[in-house]
């Protein structure tokens, strides 16, 4: 391996956190590492930052994966799932990864799980929550968020949301696939969640297969790009 990569044990979940308004001065050369379809992608968004930000999201992707298998960025070749999930191809190195972004913030789950779902969620406040509780969480859950005191209700809607989400990541299901518990889920695939509360103002869930893995947070550096 090149002096930059990195190891990933049977029970690692390496959790790499970046910015987008640090990665953005180098958004033309992070394109430049993107598929032709990932760059038509990226030109279909109707407002450019949009397409500048999926630029930024999947150029990380692939730098951070270029890491682990040994090769240029450019050269990673994607699937997708049913529902539109990115996948290595089946010709690449036997690694599970999932993103997910919300505001400034990015976070990339590597692991070799075969299962791997990540979510996050920065706090901002939403109007009427009680009414999307109801609509977008499961009826357990949405019956939790509605007993807790007013101001906790915010931080407990986007916990149960992100859980959810992460599930839903790691099964590769479509969003109306939640199941009417998730820790019953859980537990009957043998998979473990863990909550993310490592970012000020920000809360995520992790959910992977088996229950005998463990986390370790990594900052991408702004000098951290792949080679190539």
């Avoid at 979940?13 to 970046?18: D, E, I, M, N, Y």
């Avoid at 690449?92 to 789950?109: G, K, R, T, W, Y």
């Avoid at 407990?156 to 790691?170: N, V």
């Avoid at 820790?183 to 863990?194: F, I």
Wanted: contains cysteine; aromatic residues 8%; negative net charge.
């Amino acid at each position: 391996m090149n002096p930059g990569a990195y190891s990933l044990g049977p029970e690692d979940v390496h959790l790499w956190r970046a910015h987008v308004h640090e990665l953005a001065p180098s958004a033309a050369q992070i394109r430049s590492t993107l598929s032709p379809d990932e760059r038509d992608r990226a030109d279909r968004y109707r407002l450019s930052k949009d397409g500048e930000a999926f630029v930024i999201r999947r150029g990380l992707l692939r730098a951070i994966l270029s890491r682990y298998l040994d090769r240029d960025a450019g050269a990673i070749r994607f699937t997708y799932g049913p529902f539109g999930k990115p996948l290595l191809d089946p010709d690449e190195d036997a690694l599970s990864f999932s993103l997910a972004h919300s505001q400034d913030l990015i976070v990339c789950a590597v692991s070799r799980r075969a299962a791997l779902g990540i979510d996050i969620e920065f706090l901002r406040p939403l109007p009427d929550l009680d009414g999307l509780a109801a609509r977008f969480l499961v009826r357990q859950d949405a019956d939790s968020v509605r007993a807790l005191p007013m101001p906790r209700r915010l931080a407990a809607f986007y916990t149960r949301w992100t859980r959810q989400e992460a599930y839903l990541k790691a099964t590769g299901a479509g969003l109306t696939a939640a199941p009417a518990a998730i820790d019953a889920a859980l537990d009957a695939a043998g998979w473990k969640l863990e909550t993310l509360l490592a970012v000020p103002d920000y809360v995520g869930a992790l959910v992977a297969e088996g229950v005998d893995w463990g986390v370790s947070w990594l900052d991408w550096p702004l000098n951290g790009s792949a080679r190539g």
